[in-house]
């Protein structure tokens, strides 16, 4: 079975702290996703990344940043988090050619006071 | 410009009944990919089904089966003699050949089933 684990379900962060998101994939999986869902807008593409050290800016990449040192592992941060960025951050991982169904991890709901 | 319209907001049904979940698309491309997922109040989204454009024949997998129809360009999910258990989310996404393995999500359609 595919496993998409994210550092944590739930985390509290005051406003202009730096957040780190933590992801990893053990399915060997070369394209990486962070979305963000929140009620009413679905599921928007925040970045995604290809390779490792490679990344693309997704719909919404304003305020966040990506790093993907390791093919494994694909991290979200927030540089100054704010209070908009409130939210359900879900993480996926998925192949290449046809085989680009998208496997998710658990979420992590992030709450900025 | 991909898009996927899943139009049901929500749709609430007694168990046992049959329901479908509706999901439309637009594409330019002639390769195209689409699936469907399954977001339970747990809220992990799991992959249901893929389709790719090059394969119109119909899915059946136990309860759930999937009609595809490119004339229309529909890709309509269908549960038959749903469970409470189904009760969730159901997003229906599109991913382009030339899109670089991104994909559009539709909005969802949340399905609640009634014992």
């Known amino acids: 079975d595919v496993k998409v684990t994210q550092s944590s379900r739930y985390l509290v962060k005051r406003t202009g702290e730096k957040v780190f998101l933590e992801c990893v994939q053990d399915?060997?999986?070369?394209?990486m996703f962070w979305y963000r869902q929140d009620p009413g807008l679905g599921l928007r593409l925040i970045y995604f990344s290809y390779d490792v050290k490679m990344k693309e800016k997704g719909d919404i990449p304003e305020g966040y940043s990506v790093s993907r040192e390791k093919k494994e592992r694909f991290s979200l941060i927030l540089e100054s988090a704010s209070t908009n960025q409130t939210s359900m951050y879900l993480c996926a991982s998925g192949g290449t050619g046809p085989l680009r169904e998208q496997y998710f991890g658990p979420g992590t709901r992030l709450t900025v006071t | 410009a991909q898009k996927v319209t899943q139009a049901q907001t929500e749709i609430s049904v007694v168990e046992k009944e049959d329901v479908t979940l509706d999901c439309v698309y637009e594409t330019r491309d002639t390769t195209y990919y689409l699936f469907w997922y399954k977001q339970p109040p747990s809220g992990e989204l799991v992959f249901l089904i893929r389709r790719n454009s090059f394969d119109e024949q119909n899915e059946i997998s136990g309860r759930y089966s999937w009609n595809f129809q490119k004339s229309t360009s529909s890709f309509n999910f269908t549960i038959t003699a749903s469970q409470v258990v189904d009760s969730a989310v159901y997003f229906c996404a599109l991913s382009e050949s030339t899109g670089g393995f991104k994909t559009i999500f539709g909005a969802g359609t949340r399905l609640f089933v009634k014992a």
């Open positions: 399915m060997d999986h070369e394209n």
